[in-house]
């Protein structure tokens, strides 16, 4: 088998996928590690080992992330390529997504909003520091958590009532564009009886809502109608409600497609397996 490992070191965990010469996806692993040279042989290993695999069944490697500058030379000689971590995304979103063309949003530690279109390439458009780092970080001092699985089971649970405030809480006036159920602002309605599963509500709303203008703004730009939303918090339980409000109100498609945590990895394997589709 002659076989293209994707491999997206991030900030907090590894990502990778094996592809096929054809393209299909063998499978796909992350690992978690602080160190990237730890969690890349680690992801490594597992993705092999997992998958009956041997190192002389790899053709080739391709990096990306902020956790590939660490990395020096072919890994275990095997030839080994860095790919520029906004390319990756952009074709990993067109890839899972099937679109031509979408801003594709990369919602990780932070969040990054690229314009993708295949044939012509990936343009990094903007990016903003909420993201997955903000929802830990508040939720550390807010809810006394800053894992995952532990924020997203408390707020399945919270009131998001007890904690932002609605158009319909400051005025009876609705509009098309101002719905009276839609925020107003977050975090500017906290309850004095507020839980932590509250809190956990309302940061992943704002995080959320954050994103969704932002991408918003971008498609405006863009002149496209089309979001592709990638990395670990498009899986959030809120996030499809969110951005369908965002359809609504202002005509953008948000598309969540299937193994969209692993769209980065996806990405840097495609920008290498055909370099043609997703580079200038």
Same mark, same amino acid.
């Given at each position: !088998?002659?076989?293209?490992?994707? =491999? +997206? @070191?991030?900030?907090?965990? #590894?990502?990778?996928?094996?592809? $096929?010469?054809?393209g299909s @996806?063998?499978? !796909?692993? $992350?690992?978690?590690?602080?160190? &990237?040279?730890?969690?890349?042989y680690g992801a490594m290993g597992n993705f092999l080992f997992s998958n009956h695999l041997q190192l002389e069944d790899v053709a080739r490697i391709a990096l990306t992330g902020v956790g590939a500058s660490f990395v020096e030379g072919n890994i275990?000689? @095997? &030839? #080994?390529?860095?790919?520029?971590?906004?390319?990756?995304?952009?074709?990993?979103?067109?890839?899972?997504?099937?679109?031509?063309?979408?801003?594709?949003?990369? !919602?990780?530690?932070?969040?990054?909003?690229?314009?993708?279109?295949?044939?012509?390439?990936? $343009?990094?458009l903007c990016g903003s520091g909420v993201g997955g780092g903000t929802l830990a970080g508040l939720c550390s001092r807010l809810c006394g958590t800053r894992k995952y699985d532990q924020i997203v089971k408390l707020s399945v649970g919270g009131d998001i009532n007890n904690i +932002?405030?609605?158009?319909?809480? @400051?005025? %009876?006036?609705?509009? &098309?564009?101002?719905p009276l159920d839609i925020t107003a602002a977050n975090f500017g309605n906290v309850s004095d009886d507020a839980t932590p599963g +509250?809190?956990?509500?309302?940061? *992943?709303?704002?995080?959320?809502?954050?994103?969704?203008?932002?991408?918003? !703004?971008a498609c405006r730009a863009c002149g496209c109608e089309t979001v592709v939303l990638t990395g670990f918090m498009p899986n959030l339980p809120q996030a499809a409600d969110c951005f369908a409000l965002?359809? %609504?109100?202002?005509?953008? %498609?948000? *598309? =969540?497609?299937?193994?969209?945590?692993?769209?980065?990895? *996806?990405?840097?394997?495609l920008s290498i397996e055909r370099p043609q589709e997703h580079t200038k």
């Open positions: !088998m002659s076989i293209t490992l994707g =491999i +997206d @070191i991030g900030g907090s965990t #590894t990502k990778i996928v094996g592809l $096929r010469p054809d @996806i063998i499978a !796909m692993h $992350r690992v978690q590690a602080q160190d &990237p040279i730890t969690s890349l275990y000689n @095997i &030839p #080994t390529e860095m790919v520029e971590e906004f390319t990756a995304v952009g074709a990993g979103g067109l890839f899972l997504s099937s679109q031509e063309r979408a801003v594709v949003v990369s !919602m990780g530690t932070g969040t990054a909003f690229v314009w993708a279109e295949k044939g012509s390439g990936v $343009r990094h +932002d405030l609605t158009v319909g809480d @400051i005025t %009876r006036n609705s509009h &098309p564009s101002l +509250d809190f956990a509500a309302g940061v *992943i709303n704002m995080v959320l809502q954050s994103i969704g203008t932002t991408a918003v !703004m965002f359809n %609504r109100l202002h005509g953008v %498609r948000f *598309i =969540i497609p299937e193994n969209a945590p692993f769209a980065t990895s *996806i990405g840097a394997a």
